[in-house]
């Protein structure tokens, strides 16, 4: 089955920097990759995905870009604010059944 | 519109007790999937649903059991409860296989002793 590894497993930024989380996968066939962000003690929500026929897409501070090639897609995030923190999931998805594979998490921190 | 339900919040098993985790959703979706979100291990699939009376195995499928009479309801059930399984548990639906936003229930977070 598909695998994905996701790095780093925390991050701490200054308010106003970006932030960036990288993710690989190894099934091929995978050809939709979703981001979701998790608050403390919440239910993860869909902040952005991509499709394997785009390379980026972009949501007001929030993009993400995905290499085919190299098997890898990431978020970016720009002028973070404090509202950011959170755990933040990159996934993905073959399409086949209902299966997706999530990565381990990032726990970003933005520092005041 | 009250999204995807569970029940219950919070649940405290021994060794050996089964029990039975809720989930309904109300947006009449086809797909509904169950997840177990343990520390540093990201969410993981167990079971999920492509519509009524069907199910299929994910990553993490034993010790559980799934079943799809309707639309709106999912149930998991934990046959024989171990401490390998104290996590928490997220249901979630969505209304296009394999791509499109799922919609997570609020979790209910299990401890078995």
């Known amino acids: 089955g598909e695998n994905v590894e996701q790095h780093p497993s925390t991050l701490s930024v200054q308010e106003g920097d970006s932030a960036v989380i990288k993710c690989t996968y190894s099934?091929?066939?995978?050809?939709?990759f979703p981001w979701y962000k998790q608050e403390l003690g919440k239910r993860p929500q869909l902040i952005i995905d991509?499709?394997?026929?785009?390379g980026e897409k972009k949501d007001q501070r929030i993009a993400v870009t995905l290499n085919k090639t190299a098997k890898h897609f990431s978020l970016h995030i720009t002028e973070t604010q404090p509202e950011d923190s959170a755990v933040y999931f990159c996934?993905?998805?073959?399409?086949?059944?209902?299966?997706?594979?999530f990565g381990t998490g990032t726990s970003l921190t933005v520092i005041p | 519109n009250a999204g995807v339900t569970q029940t219950p919040k919070f649940q405290v098993l021994k060794t050996g007790q089964s029990m039975t985790l809720q989930c309904a959703q109300d947006?009449?979706?086809?797909?509904m999937s169950w997840y177990r979100q343990d520390p540093g291990m990201g969410l993981r699939l167990i079971h999920y649903?492509?519509?009524?009376?069907?199910?299929d195995q994910g990553e993490v499928p034993n010790g559980y059991n799934v079943s799809r009479s309707t639309t709106e309801d999912f149930p998991l059930r934990l046959l024989s409860a171990a401490p390998s399984q104290t996590s928490v548990y997220f249901c979630?639906?969505?209304?296009?296989?394999?791509?499109?936003?799922?919609?997570f229930g609020p979790g209910t977070r299990l401890t078995v002793t």
């Open positions: 979630a639906s969505s209304d296009l296989a394999g791509e499109g936003e799922q919609y």
């Open positions: 099934d091929s066939a995978s050809n939709y």
């Open positions: 991509i499709r394997s026929n785009v």
């Open positions: 996934a993905a998805s073959t399409g086949a059944g209902n299966q997706f594979y």
């Open positions: 947006m009449n979706h086809e797909y």
């Open positions: 649903s492509v519509g009524a009376g069907i199910t």
